[in-house]
């Protein structure tokens, strides 16, 4: 059994990682409560935005440029996705509308696979320049990186909410969550509030993508499939509370690092997120009350 | 609105209900012709690159017709079956290589096995509907994948893993006797696929495809007409898991050697876009399906296109089928020949006239 020093460097990483699964997390909940879209393409997109900033340093550029050109990608194909097939599949069942995300993954994916080939075994990585170590909390070497991820997943946590309470934009959408037909009655332009939350979800989505590069790995695949990681988190909140996706995602990025150092669990560490959600989809559906309301309809 | 006193009539009644017509007949005659086509003249037609090709068609033609009667018939959309497939081709290559079995007791055992292990996954389904089913079996699946990456695939050692650690003396796969050769494991996988079509389609013409054809329309009424509904969704995730371990059964004799990054995670999505668009309400969907899975990119391969082109491809095609033609293939391409001939036929007679106006 190791000890408790060989735990500590994985607290922060899995806080880290937590964060930005929280980031992911938090942004798949806002659309689909405005939206009612599962939206699987989010690792995808940010995978290629990566990609695509990978391509750009490469190329020269400087650094900003790339993230900015990133985050920029991320939103601007996730804005188009939901301006096109939003409206046409605006009808349909949530499931229908969650497989015809993973309708962009595939397309995502296979040019991912085209313009960046992976046979060739040479590892790409995104390198920010907050990667140095930033200081030490006892023995701990900590980087500004994981700084930012678990910073940034508590500032966004934090954000959404406010915004979804204070904002005359993040009220919209709460009133959309609850009833679209009554919140258009109300005035409410519906099309442009979840215009607001494609292009919301995306930005996060490239956000993420670029954090997830530089922590985990830049790989189409990996990034592509860590979507379901975040998306385990939202599941546990059952796809309704951000506060409870945020401390999901904490607990399934602690639980996944910590998993590392134990010799006997530590290949089995990439089952966390799945292990977690189906136990907690469980225990929360133990009660269950079938009615025909919108939930099926 | 549904009526269901009319509902639970239709669930309860006997099958046959009438003879069979003469388009039934007609249609049986169709199958059997084109069968004996499969099974006699195309190994004759083939190259050995496209025989092997059409044998993975076989066997995934069977895994496409397990995902459709759950999507299809009883409307519950698993993003897990390659998982359930590696589950059937590793229990079947652990029976091969530990016991002297007969193949066809083999693929049975591993059906069955494959079974109880689509139940486990299935019981989550029992509560569960819909979009948040679908999201646990990719974790599920996902799940598995790290599983069977740890566990490896048996290669001929020892214990009931069956994985020997070394990668240079490996043993393949053994085929059945009768079928060593490509061509008659071809003949021999066709058979099999065959045999799982007709358990499916006996199942979809009785009782228990009328109560799924229920459950899909609406759970609360087919509950409230006396439904079992625990039962006949239960029993869906059983048949798919059987026929999907079976399938797994014929793909570990294909291929010879089985590695864990053979079933990554994301083809369990790819194989729910192409059963979508093949068609997921008809059987011949699931034929169309494994065409599209396993035949295109072997002919793209021949031809030097890389198969990322098929990837992006089926990511459109599931955004079309989505919005635009929900049966899918199956049911699309005979409308859409229909009314290109209608379209010709109307094309010839105006230009019939003209053109002996023109003379």
């Known amino acids: 059994m190791p000890s408790w020093q060989d735990f500590q460097p994985f607290i922060v990483s899995g806080l880290?990682?937590?964060?930005?699964?929280?980031?992911?997390?938090?942004?798949?909940?806002?659309?689909?409560?405005?939206?009612?879209?599962?939206?699987?393409?989010?690792?995808?997109?940010?995978?290629?935005?990566?990609?695509?900033?990978?391509?750009?340093?490469?190329?020269?550029?400087?650094?900003?440029?790339?993230?900015?050109?990133?985050?920029?990608?991320?939103?601007?194909?996730?804005?188009?996705?939901?301006?096109?097939?939003?409206?046409?599949?605006?009808?349909?069942?949530?499931?229908?509308?969650?497989?015809?995300?993973?309708?962009?993954?595939?397309?995502?994916?296979?040019?991912?696979?085209?313009?960046?080939?992976?046979?060739?075994?040479?590892?790409?990585?995104?390198?920010?320049?907050?990667?140095?170590?930033a200081f030490m909390i006892g023995q701990i070497q900590v980087t500004w990186t994981q700084v930012i991820g678990l910073g940034v997943g508590v500032a966004i946590t934090v954000g959404t909410g406010a915004f979804l309470r204070y904002i005359k934009l993040g009220t919209a959408m709460r009133a959309m969550a609850n009833d679209r037909e009554i919140t258009a009655t109300l005035g409410v332009p519906v099309r442009r509030v979840e215009a607001a939350a494609w292009l919301g979800c995306g930005v996060l989505a490239g956000a993420a993508g670029l954090l997830l590069a530089d922590l985990v790995a830049l790989d189409a695949t990996t990034l592509t499939f860590l979507v379901i990681s975040s998306l385990a988190a939202t599941l546990i909140a059952r796809l309704r509370s951000i506060t409870l996706t945020f401390g999901a995602a904490l607990l399934i990025g602690l639980v996944h690092d910590l998993l590392t150092p134990i010799q006997s669990l530590s290949t089995y560490n990439d089952m966390t997120p799945f292990v977690l959600a189906a136990a907690a989809l469980l225990v929360i559906s133990r009660r269950r009350v079938m009615t025909r309301s919108r939930e099926e309809a | 609105m549904l009526d269901v006193a009319d509902l639970s009539a239709t669930v309860r009644q006997r099958w046959p209900p009438r003879r069979p017509g003469a388009r039934t007949l007609a249609r049986a005659a169709v199958v059997a012709v084109l069968l004996l086509f499969v099974l006699l003249g195309l190994p004759q037609l083939l190259s050995l690159y496209y025989i092997d090709a059409m044998t993975q068609v076989a066997v995934y033609s069977m895994v496409a017709l397990g995902l459709g009667v759950l999507v299809g018939r009883v409307g519950l959309v698993s993003l897990g079956q390659v998982a359930v497939l590696a589950i059937g081709a590793w229990v079947a290559a652990r029976l091969l290589f530990a016991t002297s079995m007969p193949y066809p007791v083999v693929l049975l055992v591993a059906g069955l096995i494959t079974m109880v292990a689509g139940m486990l996954i299935g019981l989550p389904a029992l509560r569960l509907r819909g979009l948040y089913l679908a999201l646990i079996t990719l974790m599920l699946a996902g799940a598995i994948t790290v599983v069977l990456k740890n566990v490896n695939f048996p290669n001929g050692g020892h214990g009931f893993t069956g994985y020997n650690g070394s990668s240079v003396h490996i043993p393949p796969i053994r085929r059945p006797s009768v079928a060593s050769g490509d061509p008659a494991y071809f003949r021999y996988a066709v058979v099999v696929a065959?045999?799982?079509?007709?358990?499916?389609?006996?199942?979809?013409?009785?009782?228990?495809?009328?109560?799924?054809?229920?459950?899909?329309?609406?759970?609360?009424?087919?509950?409230?007409?006396?439904?079992?509904?625990?039962?006949?969704?239960?029993?869906?995730?059983?048949?798919?898991?059987?026929?999907?371990?079976?399938?797994?059964?014929?793909?570990?004799?294909?291929?010879?050697?089985?590695?864990?990054?053979?079933?990554?995670?994301?083809?369990?999505?790819?194989?729910?876009?192409?059963?979508?668009?093949?068609?997921?309400?008809?059987?011949?969907?699931?034929?169309?399906?494994?065409?599209?899975?396993?035949?295109?990119?072997?002919?793209?391969?021949?031809?030097?296109?890389?198969?990322?082109?098929?990837?992006?491809?089926?990511?459109?095609?599931?955004?079309?089928?989505?919005?635009?033609?929900?049966?899918?293939?199956?049911?699309?391409?005979?409308?859409?020949?229909?009314?290109?001939?209608?379209?010709?036929?109307?094309?010839?007679?105006?230009?019939?006239?003209?053109?002996?106006?023109?003379?």
């Open chain 1, 16 to 133: 880290a990682l937590g964060g930005v699964y929280a980031l992911s997390g938090v942004g798949m909940v806002v659309l689909y409560q405005a939206t009612g879209v599962v939206y699987l393409a989010f690792g995808a997109v940010g995978a290629m935005g990566a990609l695509i900033a990978w391509s750009l340093i490469h190329a020269g550029v400087p650094g900003w440029a790339g993230w900015l050109v990133c985050v920029a990608f991320a939103g601007v194909v996730t804005l188009a996705y939901g301006m096109v097939f939003g409206p046409a599949l605006a009808k349909r069942d949530p499931l229908v509308k969650a497989v015809a995300t993973l309708g962009l993954t595939l397309v995502l994916f296979g040019l991912m696979d085209l313009l960046w080939t992976t046979s060739g075994g040479q590892s790409r990585g995104i390198t920010l320049p907050t990667d140095n170590p």
């Open chain 2, 194 to 359: 065959a045999l799982m079509f007709l358990l499916a389609a006996a199942h979809i013409r009785t009782r228990p495809g009328r109560a799924w054809a229920a459950i899909r329309q609406s759970e609360p009424a087919a509950l409230a007409a006396g439904i079992n509904t625990t039962l006949y969704k239960l029993w869906a995730f059983a048949l798919a898991s059987f026929i999907t371990g079976v399938a797994g059964g014929v793909l570990a004799g294909a291929v010879h050697y089985l590695y864990s990054i053979g079933f990554p995670p994301q083809d369990s999505i790819t194989l729910l876009a192409v059963v979508l668009m093949g068609g997921a309400y008809s059987l011949w969907g699931a034929i169309i399906a494994a065409l599209l899975l396993q035949l295109l990119p072997a002919l793209l391969n021949n031809w030097g296109v890389s198969a990322d082109w098929l990837t992006i491809l089926f990511g459109i095609g599931v955004l079309q089928v989505l919005t635009t033609a929900p049966a899918g293939l199956a049911d699309q391409a005979p409308k859409d020949l229909a009314r290109l001939g209608r379209l010709l036929l109307a094309l010839a007679r105006r230009l019939a006239p003209s053109g002996g106006a023109a003379k």
